[in-house]
């Protein structure tokens, strides 16, 4: 087997995967999938920037452009900065805000 085919073959194993992963998580194509990641990695680099949000508390999903906030918050100001910074993240649709406050 040469490069160029062992090339193919690692490039089509990694589609099939993607793919399967994507229906398994509910969106209808790979593009879904990598935009919702995408969507993830920004809301997460955002959290980490703004000193106002524990990055570290906080979990992130996304799927089909639905951003799925969950974990602890110091105070409730804490909770509604991490909803706004999500919300203003391109590609997202809504954001479901499960934060809870910890006293």
Known sequence: MNNQSLLLAVVVATLVTLSGCAVTR???TVGAYIDDTAITTSVKARFVENRAVDASSI???TLNGTVLLSGFAKNSLERSTAESVARGVG???SVRNEISVRP
């Open 26 to 28: 509910g969106q209808e």
């Open 59 to 61: 979990s992130v999903e």
């Open 91 to 93: 590609g997202v649709r």
